[in-house]
């Protein structure tokens, strides 16, 4: 900046879906290359990285190919960001190599696989009748058109989707994501039958100890606050804000709440320092 040289934080962001991308982030998340050095992974089978075997895809997995790129860019301790799926991934990446993190940042995620059942409930209140009916399907791991299931389903994953705009620019991201991301479908089946359908963090988390910071939404569908608040029952030290007037996509409901709390969090635990 200017003739001054600063050394930032290094934050790993990995995204959700399963089978989605960094792109379903950007440009959003520049609002914090203030304060970190992002790193944007897309996992192995997603995005730009390379296609392969998709039975290879799980929370392990992409939680070892996390370290590995620690390791293969030889960083110190990281901080590790995930968004919804990311956030599960990120979870296990923590029980697994938690040693290497400076601090975590879950945001709309949950621990165990229990976060359907939580939805329900709210998809039968708040989803018009189609949406109840893709709601099913996508539980059924039955989805064929991601592009088409996110379009339908916005009004469930955005708080703010109140204007023929909004609607649009949501659409057009969901579009311009799916034409990199060809894998989602794949994706979402294999998961739905793994790992997604299975696991369980919280007898684990206890072994989480760096600073943690967990944000959702209050009006968030597919991982309640609830699923929040479960994290924060197996991790007493970690941070828990409940944002209001959001649902999934809280950075981009509330960006006005989400990216401050993350900036003051980074900042408390490691500062950026002037070279």
Not at 15 to 33: I, K, R, T, V, W
Not at 36 to 47: C, E, H, K, P, S
Not at 114 to 123: G, H, I, L, N, T
Not at 205 to 214: G, Q, R, S
Request: charged share 25%; glycine share 6%; with cysteine.
């Amino acid at each position: 900046e200017g003739p001054c040289y600063y050394r930032k934080p290094i934050c790993f962001v990995v995204h959700g879906g399963p089978g989605s991308s960094h792109f379903h982030y950007m440009p959003s998340f520049y609002e914090l290359a203030d304060t970190f050095q992002l790193v944007m992974i897309d996992a192995r089978n997603t995005g730009f990285s390379k296609r392969g075997d998709y039975h290879e895809n799980s929370m392990k997995q992409d939680a070892a190919d996390v370290e590995a790129l620690r390791q293969y860019l030889g960083l110190d301790k990281i901080f590790l960001l995930g968004q919804s799926y990311g956030g599960m991934e990120a979870q296990q990446y923590a029980i697994d190599y938690g040693e290497n993190l400076l601090g975590l940042i879950l945001t709309s995620t949950t621990p165990d696989y229990r976060f359907e059942s939580y939805a329900d409930p709210v998809v039968e209140r708040r989803g018009t009748e189609e949406q109840k009916k893709l709601w099913e399907l996508k539980k059924a791991g039955k989805i064929t058109n991601v592009a088409e299931y996110v379009g339908k389903m916005g009004s469930m994953y955005h708080y703010h989707y109140d204007t023929p705009e909004r609607i649009q620019a949501i659409k057009e991201t969901s579009v311009r994501s799916a034409k990199v991301n060809n894998s989602q479908v794949n994706l979402w089946q294999r998961h739905q039958g793994g790992d997604v359908s299975t696991f369980d963090h919280k007898p684990y988390l206890n072994k989480v100890t760096c600073p943690v910071l967990v944000i959702c939404g209050a009006e968030d569908f597919i991982t309640a606050p609830i699923n929040s608040q479960h994290i924060k029952e197996c991790i007493p030290h970690a941070e828990l804000h409940v944002v209001e007037e959001a649902c999934h996509e809280v950075y981009d409901d509330r960006p006005d709440v989400y990216f401050p709390l993350i900036k003051d969090f980074a900042n408390r635990i490691a500062p950026r320092e002037l070279i």
